[in-house]
């Protein structure tokens, strides 16, 4: 497959994060030449921005489902009263419409890529697959049942799952230990231990409230990240969940170790979780920040252009301070700072790079005129300005048209299944 992008502003992202004026050749999954391109191409889109797929690096997908169901509730109370409820009721067909929904969500609000965690991983992997977004997906470890299985299966499941989709093109495995509040110290050394002995990633919770920072220290004397070290499960493959009430000393310890901090501003603001990821403190010392939506029940939006705006306001408005975090910062942590740490090769509209590209309409009047575009994407886009998406070289979304996917008879499944759930 080829497709040609024509006359546009091209946000690189490359070293000199320069912005260009001209073409964008795809041929494969490769992005073979930007400037003056004249050729033919299968697929031929005109006068756009056209930047690199955003990546979400922390979702929960099939709670899509429950998106609007518990709102205005204290995380504790959410949890246990509404969502555990009706989580314990999801089977494999809930999961696979709800991951539908999700992925639609993302595609049509340029997410080309993100890090799941949740139950029926398996489901979640081949809908992504079937869909063609990249999804690093996180089998979820917990220690009680789960709707999907009893939680004596959950690491010898887990091992199944990394040896089922290893190596896959588009879904990369993931062990998902959920947080140190909910697994016990056997329970995280059986994840270190399968993640170790097949070389994949790690995605756990991390410091998101201070009930849990509380909990931790009453039941084990330590803090949060302090037992993830404990037990060996911090490294330069493990992904850290919120953080948002980590010292100055975790700090240096995440950035030395190479791990990675996902921030999800909407949904700390929207659950009330009081703390705030350090973003400054973490760029100070050298480390990987990234950024996540948090699942559709908690956000309730997939939308990484709002989690951007999020990302540089909440900061600037705690710390009094309108330049501590830019709007070059906060796409950076969108864009090539996640793909840097997944190891993609992707993050950037540069030639060689993977072909996973974002459009925006040029045309829209929320980014006119057009003072500073990288000021524009993180502050007055939104995901309506998305036209068109392609993922590994394969045109995904075409003039905001999912090609090859029923989006109108999803859409019905969803509002039926939300009658069967919270019935």
Same mark, same amino acid.
């Given at each position: 497959?080829?497709?040609?992008?024509?006359?546009?502003?091209?946000?690189?992202?490359?070293?000199?994060?320069?912005?260009?004026?001209?073409?964008?050749?795809?041929?494969? *999954?490769?992005?073979?030449?930007? $400037?003056?391109? =004249?050729?033919?191409?299968?697929?031929?889109?005109?006068?756009?921005?056209?930047?690199?797929?955003?990546?979400?690096?922390?979702?929960?997908?099939?709670?899509? !489902?429950?998106?609007?169901?518990?709102?205005?509730?204290?995380?504790?109370?959410?949890?246990?009263?509404?969502?555990?409820?009706?989580?314990?009721?999801?089977?494999?067909?809930?999961?696979?419409?709800?991951?539908?929904?999700?992925?639609?969500?993302?595609?049509?609000?340029?997410?080309?890529?993100?890090?799941?965690?949740?139950?029926? +991983?398996?489901?979640?992997?081949?809908?992504?697959?079937?869909?063609?977004?990249?999804?690093?997906? $996180?089998?979820?470890?917990?220690?009680?049942?789960?709707?999907?299985?009893?939680?004596?299966?959950?690491?010898?499941?887990?091992?199944?799952?990394?040896?089922?989709?290893?190596?896959?093109?588009?879904?990369?495995?993931?062990?998902?230990?959920?947080?140190?509040?909910?697994?016990?110290?056997?329970?995280? +050394?059986?994840?270190?231990?399968?993640?170790?002995?097949?070389?994949?990633?790690? /995605?756990? %919770?991390?410091?998101?409230?201070?009930?849990?920072?509380?909990?931790?220290? =009453?039941?084990?004397?330590?803090?949060?990240?302090?037992?993830?070290?404990?037990?060996?499960?911090?490294? +330069?493959?493990?992904? !850290?969940? /919120?953080?948002?009430?980590?010292?100055?000393? #975790?700090?240096?310890?995440?950035?030395?170790?190479?791990?990675?901090?996902?921030?999800?501003?909407?949904? =700390?603001?929207?659950?009330?979780?009081?703390?705030?990821?350090?973003?400054?403190? !973490?760029? *100070?010392?050298?480390?990987?920040?990234?950024? @996540?939506?948090?699942?559709?029940?908690?956000?309730?939006?997939?939308?990484?252009?709002?989690?951007?705006?999020?990302?540089?306001?909440?900061?600037? %408005?705690?710390?009094? *301070?309108?330049?501590?975090?830019?709007?070059?910062?906060?796409?950076?942590?969108?864009?090539?700072?996640?793909?840097?740490?997944? $190891?993609?090769?992707?993050?950037?509209?540069?030639? @060689?790079?993977?072909?996973?590209?974002?459009?925006?309409?040029?045309?829209?009047?929320?980014?006119?005129?057009?003072?500073?575009?990288?000021?524009?994407?993180?502050?007055?886009?939104?995901?309506? =300005?998305?036209?068109?998406?392609?993922?590994?070289?394969?045109?995904?979304?075409?003039?905001?048209?999912?090609?090859?996917?029923?989006? #109108?008879?999803?859409?019905?499944?969803?509002?039926?299944?939300?009658?069967?759930?919270?019935?």
């Amino acid at each position: 497959m080829s497709i040609l992008i024509k006359d546009s502003v091209i946000v690189t992202q490359d070293a000199e994060r320069r912005i260009l004026k001209g073409d964008v050749y795809i041929e494969d *999954d490769i992005i073979v030449e930007i $400037g003056k391109v =004249n050729t033919e191409a299968d697929f031929v889109i005109k006068n756009r921005i056209v930047i690199p797929g955003l990546i979400n690096m922390h979702t929960h997908l099939p709670m899509t !489902l429950l998106r609007g169901y518990g709102d205005d509730l204290p995380l504790e109370e959410w949890l246990t009263t509404r969502i555990w409820p009706v989580e314990a009721k999801l089977e494999e067909h809930h999961i696979s419409i709800g991951t539908k929904l999700a992925l639609i969500e993302m595609i049509s609000t340029g997410t080309t890529c993100c890090s799941d965690m949740y139950f029926f +991983e398996d489901v979640i992997a081949r809908e992504a697959e079937k869909f063609g977004l990249r999804c690093y997906a $996180g089998f979820s470890i917990i220690d009680f049942d789960t709707p999907e299985m009893k939680k004596e299966m959950l690491l010898p499941e887990c091992d199944n799952f990394i040896r089922r989709w290893k190596g896959n093109n588009m879904v990369v495995p993931v062990v998902a230990p959920h947080s140190t509040y909910t697994c016990s110290p056997e329970t995280l +050394e059986g994840a270190k231990e399968i993640a170790n002995r097949h070389d994949v990633p790690i /995605h756990i %919770h991390c410091s998101e409230t201070r009930t849990e920072i509380y909990d931790v220290m =009453n039941r084990y004397s330590v803090r949060p990240l302090e037992q993830i070290k404990k037990y060996e499960l911090l490294g +330069e493959k493990t992904m !850290l969940a /919120h953080c948002g009430w980590i010292t100055k000393e #975790e700090v240096r310890e995440i950035a030395s170790s190479g791990a990675c901090v996902v921030h999800n501003p909407v949904s =700390n603001m929207k659950l009330a979780t009081g703390g705030y990821t350090p973003l400054p403190e !973490l760029f *100070d010392a050298g480390a990987v920040v990234t950024l @996540g939506t948090d699942g559709a029940a908690s956000n309730n939006k997939l939308d990484m252009f709002e989690t951007m705006k999020f990302a540089a306001l909440i900061h600037k %408005h705690h710390r009094w *301070d309108a330049s501590i975090v830019n709007a070059q910062q906060t796409l950076d942590m969108a864009t090539i700072n996640a793909a840097r740490f997944l $190891g993609i090769n992707a993050g950037s509209i540069e030639e @060689g790079k993977k072909a996973d590209v974002v459009c925006l309409d040029m045309a829209s009047p929320n980014l006119l005129p057009r003072h500073n575009i990288i000021s524009h994407i993180v502050y007055a886009a939104s995901g309506f =300005n998305v036209s068109d998406v392609v993922i590994d070289g394969r045109m995904i979304m075409k003039e905001r048209e999912i090609l090859n996917v029923d989006v #109108e008879k999803i859409y019905e499944e969803v509002e039926r299944l939300k009658e069967e759930l919270v019935e």
